[in-house]
C-alpha cells in the first residue's frame, strides 16, 4: 500500500470523539411530541386542526357566558341591569343565584342552625369507609366503621341515642347467634342470624327504648325527614344504597349460583323481575302502593321507603355483576377448596369471593355510579333533591327565569362524587394486580 492510499484511509478514521449534542429539534420536547401524537401523517394533521377550531368554537361560546361579574348580585333582574351598564350581553351567566342558594342546594330544608350535623356525618362516613377502602388503617379501626351507620342516624334525623343503640344491639345479638349455631348447622345459623335480630326490632326495640327515653331522654332534636333535601338527600339515599346494595347481591350471586333449587329459583326470580322493571316505577311503587300493604294506621318515612326500594334495585343489578365474576374464577379454585376440606362458606370467604370481587371491581364500581346519578328519579314522588329544589328556587320572584347555571351547579357536585369514585376503582384495580406480582 502506497503513503497516498494509506493517507486517503487515514482521512476516513476518526481520530477522537465529537462532543455530546442536543438531537435535532423535531426529535425532542414539544415539537417531537406535536409531531408525534397529533400531526403525524396528513390525515391526523387535517383532523387535529378541524378539532382545534371545534374546540376553539366550543370555548368562545361557554367561557364568556361562565365569565361574569354576578357573583353578588341578588336577582336575576340585578343581574340584566349590571350586564347591559357593563356594555355586555343579558345572555352571560347569572352567578348570584349560586352564592344565593348553594346552602339550600345542598341541604334543601334542613334547619340553618344544624348544618354542622350533616358536615359532621360527612366527615364521619369518610372516616368510617377509610378501613374499607383502604387496607393501610389498623383494623382495631373497623369497630368504628361499624358503629358507624348508627352515629349518621343519630346525627341527621336526630331523636334518643336509644334507638340506634339497641337498633346496634339486634345486630349483635345476630352475630353470637349465627357463632353459637354455626358449629351444629350452617343454615340453621344463617336463619338464626337473620330471625334473631328483626324479632328483637319489632317486638323488643321501641318498649325498650321508650323507658330508658323516660328514664333518661339523652338525643339530638329530631328532624323529620321531609326536611331533607337538595344534594344532601342524594348522598343519604345513594350511599345507604350503596353500602347496604352490595352484600345483598353478594348473597344474591351466591344464591343463584347455588345448588339448592329453591334458593336458586328464588334468586332468580328476584332478580329477574326486579331488573325488568324501570327503577322509576319501583320509586312510584315505595311512594304510592307500599302503604296499601301496611297495617292500616302504619307511617313508614318515605325516605326509608325509597332506600329500601333504591338498595332491592341495585342489589339485583350488582347480584349479575358478581355472578360474572364467580363464573370467570377457573374451576380448579373450586376445585382447590374442596381438596383441602374447606366448607361451602369458608371456601368462598378465602379462595373465590376475593377473585370474583377483583374480576368485577369495574362493574361494580359502574352499577354504583348510576345508582348515585339515578337518585335524581325522586324529584318524580315529590322529595326534593337538588333537581327538585332548582323549581322552588325559580318559583321565587328573584330567580324567576333561571336555568342553566343551577343545572351547572348541580352537575359540578355530580361529577366531582362519581369522578371521586371511578378514580378510587381505577387505583383499587391497580393496586390488586400490583400485590399479585
Same mark, same amino acid.
Given at each position: 500500500?502506497?503513503?497516498?492510499?494509506?493517507?486517503?484511509?487515514?482521512?476516513?478514521?476518526?481520530?477522537?470523539?465529537?462532543?455530546?449534542?442536543?438531537?435535532?429539534?423535531?426529535?425532542?420536547?414539544?415539537?417531537?411530541?406535536?409531531?408525534?401524537?397529533?400531526?403525524?401523517?396528513?390525515?391526523?394533521?387535517?383532523?387535529?386542526?378541524?378539532?382545534?377550531?371545534?374546540? $376553539?368554537?366550543?370555548?368562545?361560546?361557554?367561557?364568556? $357566558?361562565?365569565?361574569?361579574?354576578?357573583?353578588?348580585?341578588?336577582?336575576?333582574?340585578?343581574?340584566?341591569?349590571?350586564?347591559?351598564?357593563?356594555?355586555?350581553?343579558?345572555?352571560?351567566?347569572?352567578?348570584?343565584?349560586?352564592?344565593?342558594?348553594?346552602?339550600?342546594?345542598?341541604?334543601? &330544608?334542613?334547619?340553618?342552625?344544624?348544618?354542622?350535623?350533616?358536615?359532621?356525618?360527612?366527615?364521619?362516613?369518610?372516616?368510617?369507609?377509610?378501613?374499607?377502602?383502604?387496607?393501610?388503617?389498623?383494623?382495631?379501626?373497623?369497630? &368504628?366503621?361499624?358503629?358507624?351507620?348508627?352515629?349518621?342516624?343519630?346525627?341527621? $334525623?336526630?331523636?334518643?341515642?336509644?334507638?340506634?343503640?339497641?337498633?346496634?344491639?339486634?345486630?349483635?345479638?345476630?352475630?353470637?347467634?349465627?357463632?353459637?349455631?354455626?358449629?351444629?348447622?350452617?343454615?340453621?345459623?344463617?336463619?338464626? *342470624?337473620?330471625?334473631?335480630?328483626?324479632?328483637?326490632?319489632?317486638?323488643?326495640?321501641?318498649?325498650?327504648?321508650?323507658?330508658?327515653?323516660?328514664?333518661?331522654?339523652?338525643?339530638?332534636? #329530631?328532624?323529620?325527614?321531609? /326536611? #331533607?333535601?337538595?344534594?344532601?338527600?342524594?348522598?343519604?339515599?345513594?350511599?345507604?344504597?350503596?353500602?347496604?346494595?352490595?352484600?345483598?347481591?353478594?348473597?344474591?350471586?351466591?344464591?343463584?349460583?347455588?345448588?339448592?333449587?329453591?334458593?336458586?329459583?328464588?334468586?332468580?326470580? &328476584?332478580?329477574?323481575?326486579?331488573?325488568?322493571?324501570?327503577?322509576?316505577? $319501583?320509586?312510584?311503587? *315505595?311512594?304510592?302502593?307500599?302503604?296499601?300493604?301496611?297495617?292500616?294506621?302504619?307511617?313508614?318515612?318515605?325516605?326509608?321507603?325509597?332506600?329500601?326500594?333504591?338498595?332491592? #334495585?341495585? !342489589?339485583?343489578?350488582?347480584?349479575?355483576?358478581?355472578?360474572?365474576?364467580?363464573? *370467570?374464577? +377457573?374451576?380448579?379454585?373450586?376445585?382447590?377448596? /374442596?381438596?383441602?376440606?374447606?366448607?361451602?362458606?369458608?371456601?368462598?370467604?378465602?379462595?373465590?369471593?376475593?377473585? !370474583?370481587?377483583?374480576?368485577?371491581? +369495574?362493574?361494580?364500581?359502574?352499577?354504583?355510579?348510576?345508582?348515585?346519578?339515578?337518585?335524581?328519579?325522586?324529584?318524580?314522588?315529590?322529595?326534593?333533591?337538588?333537581?327538585?329544589?332548582?323549581?322552588?328556587?325559580?318559583?321565587?320572584? /328573584?330567580?324567576?327565569?333561571?336555568?342553566?347555571?343551577?343545572?351547572?351547579?348541580?352537575?359540578?357536585?355530580?361529577?366531582?362524587?362519581?369522578?371521586?369514585?371511578?378514580?378510587?376503582?381505577?387505583?383499587?384495580?391497580?393496586?390488586?394486580?400490583?400485590?399479585?406480582?
Amino acid at each position: 500500500m502506497s503513503d497516498t492510499d494509506s493517507e486517503v484511509i487515514s482521512f476516513f478514521v476518526r481520530e477522537k470523539m465529537l462532543e455530546e449534542q442536543e438531537p435535532p429539534l423535531t426529535e425532542r420536547g414539544a415539537v417531537k411530541w406535536l409531531r408525534e401524537n397529533l400531526f403525524s401523517s396528513w390525515l391526523n394533521g387535517l383532523l387535529t386542526i378541524v378539532s382545534l377550531y371545534v374546540i $376553539w368554537y366550543i370555548l368562545s361560546g361557554i367561557v364568556p $357566558w361562565l365569565w361574569s361579574p354576578t357573583w353578588s348580585l341578588g336577582s336575576l333582574s340585578e343581574c340584566r341591569e349590571v350586564l347591559t351598564g357593563l356594555g355586555e350581553t343579558t345572555h352571560q351567566a347569572c352567578w348570584g343565584v349560586i352564592r344565593d342558594r348553594w346552602q339550600q342546594l345542598l341541604f334543601g &330544608f334542613y334547619p340553618s342552625d344544624a348544618y354542622w350535623r350533616p358536615t359532621l356525618a360527612l366527615v364521619i362516613l369518610l372516616a368510617g369507609l377509610a378501613p374499607v377502602l383502604f387496607g393501610s388503617i389498623p383494623r382495631w379501626f373497623l369497630l &368504628f366503621s361499624a358503629a358507624t351507620p348508627f352515629v349518621l342516624f343519630l346525627l341527621l $334525623w336526630g331523636g334518643p341515642i336509644w334507638t340506634p343503640l339497641l337498633v346496634g344491639v339486634g345486630l349483635v345479638l345476630g352475630v353470637v347467634a349465627f357463632r353459637y349455631l354455626v358449629g351444629v348447622n350452617q343454615i340453621v345459623a344463617v336463619l338464626a *342470624a337473620i330471625i334473631v335480630p328483626v324479632l328483637f326490632w319489632l317486638f323488643l326495640v321501641e318498649p325498650i327504648a321508650f323507658e330508658l327515653t323516660y328514664t333518661a331522654p339523652i338525643g339530638l332534636e #329530631f328532624i323529620p325527614s321531609k /326536611d #331533607f333535601g337538595g344534594f344532601m338527600l342524594s348522598v343519604v339515599i345513594g350511599v345507604a344504597a350503596i353500602i347496604l346494595s352490595l352484600p345483598l347481591g353478594i348473597m344474591l350471586a351466591l344464591g343463584r349460583a347455588s345448588d339448592l333449587f329453591i334458593v336458586t329459583k328464588l334468586s332468580v326470580i &328476584f332478580i329477574e323481575i326486579i331488573r325488568g322493571v324501570p327503577l322509576i316505577v $319501583w320509586l312510584f311503587t *315505595a311512594s304510592l302502593l307500599l302503604n296499601y300493604f301496611l297495617p292500616p294506621g302504619t307511617s313508614f318515612d318515605l325516605t326509608l321507603r325509597v332506600i329500601i326500594m333504591v338498595t332491592l #334495585f341495585s !342489589a339485583a343489578y350488582i347480584a349479575e355483576v358478581v355472578r360474572g365474576g364467580l363464573a *370467570a374464577v +377457573p374451576k380448579g379454585q373450586y376445585e382447590g377448596a /374442596d381438596s383441602l376440606g374447606l366448607s361451602y362458606w369458608q371456601s368462598m370467604q378465602l379462595i373465590v369471593l376475593p377473585q !370474583a370481587l377483583k374480576i368485577s371491581i +369495574p362493574g361494580i364500581v359502574n352499577t354504583f355510579i348510576g345508582l348515585f346519578k339515578d337518585t335524581t328519579l325522586v324529584v318524580f314522588i315529590g322529595l326534593l333533591d337538588p333537581l327538585g329544589l332548582t323549581s322552588a328556587i325559580r318559583a321565587s320572584t /328573584d330567580w324567576n327565569g333561571i336555568y342553566w347555571e343551577l343545572y351547572v351547579f348541580i352537575g359540578v357536585l355530580f361529577f366531582i362524587a362519581c369522578y371521586g369514585m371511578g378514580r378510587y376503582s381505577l387505583w383499587l384495580e391497580t393496586k390488586l394486580q400490583r400485590e399479585n406480582r
